[in-house]
Every structure is written in structure tokens, then in C-alpha cells.
């Protein structure tokens, strides 16, 4: 019998996090984050990364209990020729940021050099504040060293899949978090 219920398990996809898991975490997130910034704002302007932060976006900002207005910026990073990385952007903020109290919202941070870009850029308006939040650090792959203010989970070094996570552009709509068996 079909049980709509049931995981999605993937051969040769191991679960990593479980929906649950991943939820209870991120309902823990809105909550310190709802604390760092009561005291300072009631306003807040959250920028998702697409396409893989969607699903944390969709679940983390209704547990921030701030005014939070929504924008997205899509980017992809690829590996050029000699090994080092390019990052493609594909759009870009369609809010004023000036003297905001800003959070951008990314599903993992693996060398760092995306967050870099993305800091680099958003720095250069003007923001009254700027803070990140992610859903999973790679500590252990970094090559940039990069501000995190906010994290769900650390993992290892695998290559995770679903919860927005793809691998060419597949496995984003599992609802858990697993990695590929090499
Ligand atoms: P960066 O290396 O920190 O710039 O991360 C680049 C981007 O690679 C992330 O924003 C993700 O979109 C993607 N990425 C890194 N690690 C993984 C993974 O384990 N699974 C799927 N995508 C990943
Ligand atoms: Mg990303």
C-alpha cells in the first residue's frame, strides 16, 4: 500500500537529517534569532539564496517573530578551467537595503567563497546591519574564512542531497536531508 507518509528513501541516498530533525532546528534558529534581534529592531529584511535556500526560507521565517520583508538573489557557482571557482549571478536584490537590518538566509556554506561574493556586494549598500544565517556548515572545506552569525547544523564532509540541496538539479524536493554513498 502507497503511505504518502512514508520517507522518499533513494538507493544510494543514505539519510543524513530527518524532516523532523531538520524542522525542530530551524524552529530553534527563528527563536535565536527572534532574541539577537528584538532588543534591536522590529523590522528585518531577509535575503534567501536560491534556488537551494527556498525550503529553509520557507520553514525559518515564519518562526522570526519581526516585521520581515523578503527578497531573494539567485547565484550559482561553478568550477572554472583552472580549478578555481566562478560564481554566476543570475539576479540580484529588488529591495533598498539602506540602514535595514539585513539577513541573508543560505542553505550551506562549503568553501565560503558564495557567502563571500554575496557579502562583498550587499556590503556596498549601505546596510545597517548585515548578518547571515545557514542551514549547514561545512567547516572542514572552507577555503575563505567567512562570517557566520547563525547556524542550523555542522556536518562533515559529505555531498547532501534534498531539503533544496540538488545534485545537477535533482533530489531538492526530498523532504530530509541525506548524502550520496560514493
Ligand atoms: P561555497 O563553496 O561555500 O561557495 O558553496 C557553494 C554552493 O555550492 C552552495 O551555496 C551550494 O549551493 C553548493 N553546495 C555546496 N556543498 C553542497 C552539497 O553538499 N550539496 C549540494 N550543494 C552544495
Ligand atoms: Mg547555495
Same mark, same amino acid.
Given at each position: 500500500m502507497y503511505n504518502v507518509s512514508d520517507v522518499r528513501r533513494i538507493p544510494g541516498?543514505? /539519510?543524513l537529517l530527518s524532516e523532523e530533525t531538520i524542522l525542530k532546528r530551524i524552529e530553534e534558529l527563528g527563536d535565536e534569532?527572534?532574541?539577537f534581534y528584538l532588543p534591536r529592531t522590529d523590522t528585518l529584511?531577509?535575503?534567501g539564496v536560491l534556488k537551494g535556500a527556498l525550503h529553509f526560507c520557507a520553514y525559518l521565517l515564519?518562526?522570526?517573530?519581526?516585521d520581515v520583508t523578503y527578497s531573494f538573489i539567485n547565484l550559482?557557482?561553478?568550477m572554472g578551467t583552472n580549478s578555481e571557482a566562478r560564481i554566476h549571478l543570475k539576479s540580484w536584490i529588488d529591495i533598498d537595503i539602506k540602514n535595514k537590518y539585513v539577513l541573508v538566509v543560505e542553505d550551506i556554506i562549503d568553501s565560503g567563497r558564495t557567502i563571500e561574493?554575496?557579502?562583498k556586494y550587499l556590503g556596498r549598500y549601505k546596510a545597517k546591519d548585515l548578518?547571515? /544565517?545557514t542551514l549547514l556548515d561545512k567547516p572542514s572545506r572552507r577555503v575563505i574564512d567567512v562570517p557566520i552569525d547563525f547556524k542550523g547544523f555542522e556536518i562533515e564532509d559529505k555531498f547532501v542531497v534534498g531539503f533544496g540541496f540538488d545534485y545537477?538539479?535533482?533530489y531538492r524536493n526530498l523532504p530530509y536531508i541525506g548524502y550520496l554513498e560514493r
Open positions: 541516498i543514505k /539519510v534569532i527572534s532574541e529584511v531577509a535575503i515564519p518562526h522570526i517573530q519581526l550559482s557557482s561553478y561574493y554575496i557579502l548578518k547571515v /544565517v545537477n538539479q535533482k
